[in-house]
């Protein structure tokens, strides 16, 4: 009926005179819905998350609402994301591996339990001055939790070893550790004191990052979800703002590949038999620039720049 007005003119015909030429009740046209907004405080929730973590996606934002008491289904919760146009801005592309790769390294070492395979790295990143800033990642690949998260503006062998030396201490030692080739991690003082730790090292081979994917994810989740997303002033406040973050992602951010659990979580329902070369020490002195864990200490609980 619309369209017939649109093309003979509002002025010439009348609605009423539309739908009797048209043969139909004037009631379709005018019926305007009694339902109240039953969406109203869903779709409120759902921009409160968005805001405080915009790079989630719909089905991570919708175990969130999940794990605040919402009994909501996931179709919904779907249909509104499209509606309000609350999709994520930037599409992620994932990495195409090269011809004639498998990644038989990540293959043949797959973590089984807790404490079996660790993986760390290097991200780098720059103070609001332009200096280095460099970050040392340490994870658990089977229970997908974030170990440490050192900061610094460089790291020698030496300070590696002290991480690891910590995180044996208060965890248990891992059963191997993969990593790349930096010098940081082939030393020979590192390879020696793993050797007698017995601690076996997967170094992955060289230009095949796929095969190091468990933190090679997470490292693309840090920089996507924080370091894109702040500017440090500081060593100091980075350490702070990187470590808010490790608990978040450890004890609230859910896992897509642990069944939509927290890693924290996961690990929690795990047998708790011993795991790993060496059993836990009761007291042990975090190195310099050691990242606690657990925290000895209350947290605050991480809040995202929204600015």
């Not at 968005?50 to 089905?59: D, T």
């Not at 930037?90 to 591996?97: L, N």
């Not at 790769?101 to 991200?123: E, I, K, M, P, Q």
């Not at 890693?263 to 050691?290: C, Q, V, Y």
Request: with cysteine.
């Amino acid at each position: 009926m619309d369209a017939v007005r649109r093309r003979l003119g509002h002025d010439k015909v009348s609605q009423r005179r539309a739908c009797k030429a048209l043969s139909q009740p004037r009631s379709t046209q005018r019926y305007r819905p009694k339902r109240p907004d039953m969406d109203r405080q869903l779709i409120a929730e759902l921009r409160r998350l968005v805001e405080a973590y915009p790079r989630y996606g719909c089905e991570r934002t919708h175990q969130l609402l999940i794990g605040t008491g919402w009994r909501v289904n996931s179709k919904r919760v779907h249909r509104l994301w499209k509606r309000d146009h609350l999709q994520v801005p930037t599409r992620q592309h994932k990495r195409r591996r090269l011809p004639g790769t498998s990644g038989n390294s990540c293959v043949r070492h797959r973590a089984t339990h807790r404490n079996h395979v660790w993986s760390y790295d290097f991200l780098m990143d720059r103070t609001e001055d332009g200096r280095q800033l460099k970050l040392l990642v340490v994870i658990d690949e089977f229970t997908r939790e974030c170990l440490a998260i050192e900061v610094g503006r460089t790291f020698t062998s030496r300070d590696v070893k002290l991480t690891l030396q910590y995180l044996f201490a208060v965890r248990g030692a891992a059963e191997h550790v993969r990593s790349d080739n930096g010098p940081e991690f082939i030393a020979r003082n590192i390879q020696r004191w793993l050797n007698q730790a017995a601690v076996g090292t997967l170094y992955v081979n060289k230009a095949s990052p796929w095969e190091n994917g468990y933190v090679e994810s997470f490292n693309g989740k840090l920089r996507d979800e924080l370091l894109n997303r702040e500017l440090f002033l500081s060593v100091a406040e980075a350490r702070y703002v990187l470590d808010e973050w490790r608990l978040d992602y450890n004890h609230r951010r859910p896992h897509s590949g642990l069944n939509w659990q927290t890693p924290a979580t996961f690990a929690a329902e795990l047998n708790h038999k011993p795991t790993g070369t060496f059993p836990a020490a009761t007291l042990a002195d975090p190195p310099a620039r050691a990242t606690p864990f657990p925290p000895a200490q209350p947290v605050h609980q991480y809040q995202p720049n929204l600015s």
